[in-house]
Nanobody
Framework: QVQLVESGGGLVQAGGSLRLSCVTS????????MGWFRQAPGKGREFVGA????????RYGDSVKGRFTITRDIDKDTVWLQMNSLKREDTAIYYC????????????????WGQGTQVTVTS
């Protein structure tokens, strides 16, 4: 059973930074990409960004471009989401996800999900 475990969420002031981590429990799972999504109260799950696992290419949602960065370490089976210049509207539960077939920008493109970690940005 593939498990994704996120960590690093918390409370931060606007303008600050946080780094989220996501570790995959099963090294042998086929993996095309790792993605990050977020969900604020009363809203749908929003694409934050993704990294193509083998090549390291990245793509981001428009609302976080230039502020968030995704990196990965293949040997450690870990992906990170570095979040800078945080805004109150970044407050949400952040999920990492694994895609076995592509690196799309919708939740339907991803097949395994973490439990989520809360990020709260205060003014």
């Amino acid at each position: 059973q593939v498990q994704l475990v996120e960590s690093g969420g918390g409370l931060v002031q606007a303008g600050g930074s946080l780094r989220l981590s996501c570790v995959t429990s099963e090294r042998s799972v086929r993996r095309d990409a790792m993605g990050w999504f977020r969900q604020a109260p009363g809203k749908g799950r929003e694409f934050v960004g993704a990294i193509y696992w083998s090549g390291g290419n990245t793509r981001y949602g428009d609302s976080v471009k230039g502020r968030f960065t995704i990196t990965r370490d293949i040997d450690k089976d870990t992906v990170w989401l570095q979040m800078n210049s945080l805004k109150r509207e970044d407050t949400a539960i952040y999920y990492c996800a694994l895609s076995t077939m592509n690196w799309g920008a919708t939740p339907y493109d991803y097949h395994y999900w973490g439990q989520g970690t809360q990020v709260t940005v205060t003014s």
